[in-house]
C-alpha cells in the first residue's frame, strides 16, 4: 500500500479557509484517482473531492464551489483548499488513493477539522 499522511487540520471560525495536505510515500503521477473523504462522528465516510491522474475533479455535493482539490506531483502531495467553511464541514478528513493495483491503494490516518464559532 502507499502511506499516507495529512496534515493541516485544526479549528477555524466560519467563513474562513484552511488547506489539507496529503503527502504520499509513493509517485501518485499514475494513481487513477486520489481523493478526500471525511467522516463525523456518527455519520458514514463520504466523498469530498477526487482527482483522477488525467487532472479530472470530481466534488461532493456539498462542497462544491467551495472547496478545491489539485496534485502536486513533482510533491507526491494533494491538496484541498477549504475556503467558506461551515460548522458542518467538521469532520475527520481522509486522503485515498485508489490505484489499479494494491501497492496503490490506501488511506491516510486523517486530520481533524473543526469549524465552530
Known amino acids: 500500500q502507499v502511506q499516507l499522511v495529512e496534515s493541516g487540520g485544526g479549528l477555524v471560525q466560519p467563513g474562513e479557509s484552511l488547506r489539507l495536505s496529503c503527502a504520499a510515500s509513493r509517485s501518485i503521477r499514475n494513481i487513477f484517482s486520489m481523493g478526500w473523504y471525511r467522516q463525523a462522528p456518527g455519520k458514514q465516510r463520504e466523498l469530498v473531492a477526487t482527482?483522477?491522474?488525467?487532472?479530472?475533479?470530481n466534488y461532493g455535493d456539498s462542497v462544491k464551489g467551495r472547496f478545491t482539490i489539485s496534485r502536486d506531483n513533482a510533491k507526491n502531495t494533494i491538496y484541498l483548499q477549504m475556503n467558506s467553511l461551515k460548522p458542518e464541514d467538521t469532520a475527520v478528513y481522509y486522503c485515498?488513493?485508489?490505484?489499479?493495483?494494491?501497492?496503490?491503494?490506501?488511506w491516510g490516518q486523517g486530520t481533524q477539522v473543526t469549524v465552530s464559532s
Open positions: 485515498n488513493a485508489n490505484g489499479a493495483i494494491i501497492e496503490y491503494r490506501g
Open positions: 482527482i483522477t491522474s488525467g487532472g479530472s475533479t
